[in-house]
């Protein structure tokens, strides 16, 4: 059988515990009261239980037994079977053997050697004399040996009859029972047993079978021999029934409160003893401080089931959907062993629900137009749980149409939710947000499913309830995915206390993303357009909303304050800044619903009792971000344009600032890093002039910098013999290589154009600016090359030469000029563009075009969008896709895009084969 450690089996074991534990107590009771019909009942539905779970795990002793036992218990509910005080007795050491053959499941993960054949020919022998006619005798047990009452010498000759008739009520049906499905259907419900009586077979009456000098005598009964004793666990150990106590979710909720109660108090007695110069009251508040978290994780552990309990569900409703629609579908159900809270597991349940029914009917088609498209006939559902970031992100993904951008924009327009000037100014993931709208359906007729635009709203304001959030993403063609992210428990969360205006606030964390302290020098980093504020966060632009103003409270504290706080927050998917008076601390609050009053302010969640006891109230990043989404989506997109007309003066770079032997500043680009490395010089050995180390169990050249590029100063290489030197670590080719710097200083972003006019040597690329201080930028690939281990490795021959153009689609100056280069040599035309709007309009106009090189991740249209584009109207033309780093996942979705082929970007050995081989 299956191994005892399962969950199942654990399952099975506490409940047959429990209920062996009770029927023990029901029949002492029932003995008193043999007329007390409900516990009879009782005790019958709990041997029904444990005979369908033991049939159903292949547990065949145990099977017997209770089979027997419940074939007994069926006559005496008929009224047809007397009960006496010896056929308790039978039954009780029934039950302690199976309590016997429990426990060695529970040790051993079988029922062991334990005979039972006894025990079974007892229950046997008590249902067989009852068929014929006959009482067990008064006072006397069966195994004693003297002759049942009623049995007379005509009665010794018998056929098969009565044995058939035996068999039909003892012996255990071959194939699996239906009671069998009753452990598998605890999911579902457990009250079944309690609604439905069993069917009761219909036995021939003894007197009516057959004549009585053809009945068999019956068998004398053989002495028992003496009830086993269950063999208690090792080490003393109790079995698992033992450990477990059934608590109802009302005290859990009862006792949760309580606990948060506590986690006031004792944040309360922490802020008090912070003022307080007194040792033992530190102590003291630090230990409460212990026991309160260790008894609040234990509480909510209590409250925590796996989301297996809800997935299981879902299996039926696709397998009656699939087959309604006619469609084949294929489940894949990961992560079940996820644990959430209970009570978000209930409010999970419609969501999920919804979002299935609606991939089934909508997205997923049927076998015949799933091959048209030269899909698998058979669909993909998937359903997968999962922790990130302190919550439960639950997916729903389907391998189907994808959501239609066109059908959603043209149906806001009908609707009259967006102009059409608005909704063609949306981004694609905003469009697909449009679905969520009450009453938005792209659906084309209505059905018993869905249709109706009724529920998609439903489920986003129910999630968003319960502090979650819904994300969809999708593809038209590929599919949709839509992301739960739930938190881990409602009642205790970990929050960010501010101040704005003299007033205490808090945020939940799982919607802070960073903070920002903003020197009152760098304040003109805060761009404003038609009065509104926005930030330059790493090159991307994010709104920003200042609390006070919002609140319409005092700003003398944030006049008086030389920095800015800046909360980076995110919602719906959106990043955006609040800019607050203070940043105060981080501690676990407990989270207190709102007066009716104050529910339809969207500001705030909730309130919650801080430690100096005053109240304060909870920020609701989803509501802050909804009041100013819509004023401020079409200022920042005036913003986005007038952005990109200032990125074709100027690239913004990300880069490592390094120092050289010269005392000098240079830079190398992040992208090319693979990572950055302390190296002890013992561990350099020398080949030749090549120092070399041993790095992930290869051989990785060291550069010495200084020399190879003829720079003032001496390497540490040659200066330092001991200790650690700093290495910065690239691969091309998937070759390491190992840069020697004498000081790594820090990563910074230009926003400068590359000037290629400044060098004057190879190995370096040019110069940018960086806090208006002049960087050089080293060419890492060129100084690389430059080495003999290099020279070797990516030899390329000079001799071929080619023709033709080559559109080269890349958003990184760096990265177009490599491009140039290598074309230009070998006698190609590069027509190189920024992005992927640009180059689908230069390949439109470009019909000479020979090959397309473009990157992957790129501003306005990346390079899968812009390889589907092309793909629509030529399906011979080489596209090749190059990035910084690859993987399988990205070979995967390249192929899907339509990419002839995938290469690193420095890989320039490759790309001179690849462009010989297509255009030679």
């Excluded at 041997?47 to 547990?59: D, P, R, V």
């Excluded at 062991?112 to 067989?128: F, M, Y």
């Excluded at 009964?221 to 063999?231: E, L, W």
């Excluded at 071929?800 to 990265?815: N, P």
Aim: with cysteine; net charge negative.
């Amino acid at each position: 059988m299956s191994d005892s450690n399962s969950a199942i089996i654990q399952e099975f074991l506490v409940e047959s515990f429990d209920n062996l534990s009770n029927i023990n107590d029901d029949l002492t009771q029932y003995e008193k009261n043999i007329e007390d019909y409900d516990l009879l009942n009782s005790i019958y539905r709990k041997i029904h239980t444990l005979k369908g779970s033991a049939s159903f795990l292949g547990l065949n002793k145990l099977q017997e037994i209770t089979h027997t036992v419940e074939s007994i218990l069926d006559h005496i509910r008929d009224k047809d079977f007397n009960v006496n005080s010896d056929l308790i007795d039978i039954f009780l050491e029934s039950f302690d053997i199976c309590i016997h053959l429990l426990r060695n499941i529970e040790n051993s993960g079988t029922e062991g050697d334990l005979d039972t054949s006894d025990i079974l020919r007892r229950l046997k022998n008590s249902l067989e004399a009852e068929l014929l006619g006959n009482q067990m005798p008064q006072g006397k047990d069966q195994a004693g040996g003297e002759k049942l009452e009623g049995t007379s010498s005509p009665a010794t000759e018998a056929d098969n009859s009565l044995e058939s008739l035996i068999a039909d009520h003892i012996n255990p049906p071959t194939e699996l029972s239906s009671e069998s499905s009753v452990l598998t259907q605890k999911v579902e419900e457990n009250t079944n047993a309690d609604k439905t009586e069993p069917e009761v077979k219909e036995a021939a009456k003894p007197a009516e079978a057959k004549p009585a000098e053809e009945v068999k005598k019956v068998e004398k009964p053989k002495p028992a021999p003496v009830k086993p004793k269950a063999t208690p666990p090792p080490g003393g150990r109790s079995n698992i029934s033992d450990s477990i106590v059934r608590v109802n979710v009302h005290l859990l909720d009862k006792i949760m409160n309580v606990v948060g109660e506590l986690v006031i108090t004792r944040n309360q007695i922490l802020q008090y003893s912070k003022f307080k110069d007194d040792a033992d009251l530190n102590r003291y508040a630090q230990q409460l401080n212990v026991i309160t978290t260790d008894l609040q994780t234990d509480i909510m552990t209590t409250r925590m089931q796996p989301v297996g309990s809800v997935f299981n569900k879902f299996e039926r409703i696709v397998r009656d959907l699939s087959r309604t629609q006619k469609k084949k579908v294929h489940l894949e159900i990961i992560g079940q062993d996820t644990e959430l809270d209970k009570t978000l597991l209930e409010v999970i349940k419609d969501p999920m629900t919804h979002l299935i029914r609606n991939s089934l009917d909508h997205g997923l088609e049927t076998p015949e137009e799933r091959e048209e498209k030269g899909k698998n006939p058979e669909g993909i559902l998937s359903i997968k749980a999962y922790h990130e970031g302190g919550q439960v992100v639950i997916e729903i993904a389907d391998d189907g149409n994808g959501i239609s951008s066109a059908r959603v924009r043209n149906k806001a327009v009908e609707k009259g939710i967006m102009t059409r000037e608005e909704v063609d100014g949306l981004s694609l993931n905003k469009v697909h947000t449009l679905i969520f709208h009450p009453g938005f359906s792209t659906a084309e007729q209505v059905t018993n499913i869905s249709g109706r635009g009724v529920g998609m709203d439903v489920v986003k304001s129910n999630i968003e309830k319960i502090g979650g959030e819904v994300e969809v993403q999708s593809e038209e063609g590929r599919g949709t995915t839509f992301r739960l992210k739930i938190p881990l428990t409602l009642p205790i969360v970990p929050a960010l206390v501010v101040e704005g205006g003299g007033e205490t606030f808090a945020i939940h964390q799982k919607n802070l993303v960073e903070l920002v302290l903003l020197e009152e020098k760098d304040f003109t980093k805060i761009e404003h357009l038609h009065g509104k504020e926005f930030f330059r966060l790493r090159g991307d632009l994010i709104p920003i909303i200042r609390l006070n103003e919002v609140l319409g409270i005092s700003k003398d504290r944030e006049v008086e304050n030389p920095v800015l706080n800046i909360i980076v927050l995110k919602a719906e998917g959106k990043t955006y800044g609040l800019i607050v008076d203070e940043i105060l601390d981080t501690q676990e609050i407990v989270v207190k619903p709102l007066d009716r009053i104050l529910k339809n302010i969207n500001y705030y969640a909730g309130s919650t009792i801080m430690g100096d006891g005053r109240v304060a109230l909870i920020i609701d990043a989803f509501g802050f971000y909804n009041q100013f989404d819509s004023k401020e989506s079409a200022q920042k997109e005036e913003i986005g344009k007038r952005e990109v007309v200032a990125e074709a003066n100027y690239d913004t770079l990300e880069v490592v600032l390094y120092k050289l032997g010269d005392e000098r500043t240079y830079a190398v680009p992040l992208s090319l890093i693979d990572r950055l490395e302390e190296i002890d010089c013992s561990r350099i050995e020398w080949s030749g002039n090549q120092s070399i180390i041993r790095y992930r169990n290869t051989s990785m050249p060291l550069i010495n910098v200084e020399n190879l590029l003829g720079l003032n100063g001496k390497s540490v290489l040659e200066t330092q013999k001991e200790g650690k030197i700093n290495c910065i670590v690239t691969s091309i080719n998937g070759v390491f290589f190992g840069v020697i710097v004498s000081e790594i200083m820090d990563i910074a972003m230009s926003e400068t154009e590359l000037d290629t006019d400044t060098v004057d040597r190879n190995g370096l690329m040019g110069t940018i600016y960086i806090n208006d201080r002049l960087i050089t930028l080293v060419d890492l690939y060129e100084m690389i090359n430059m080495t003999e281990v290099g020279k070797k490795l990516f030899k390329v021959d000079k001799s071929v030469e080619l023709s033709g153009e080559v559109l080269v689609v890349e958003d990184s100056s760096l990265y177009r000029r490599i491009y140039e280069d290598i074309l230009t040599d070998i006698g190609l035309k590069p027509i190189i563009v920024r992005n992927g709007e640009e180059g689908l309009s230069a390949f439109k106009n470009n019909p000479h075009v020979k090959m397309v090189i473009t990157d992957v991740e790129m501003p306005v249209m990346s390079g899968h969008e812009l390889s589907r584009e092309i793909r629509e109207s030529n399906n011979q033309i080489p596209i090749i896709a190059v990035s910084a780093r690859l993987s399988e996942n990205e070979r995967q979705k390249g192929e899907e895009s339509g990419f002839t082929t995938h290469l690193e970007k420095l890989n320039k050995k490759e790309l001179v084969t690849l462009l010989e081989q297509y255009l030679g």
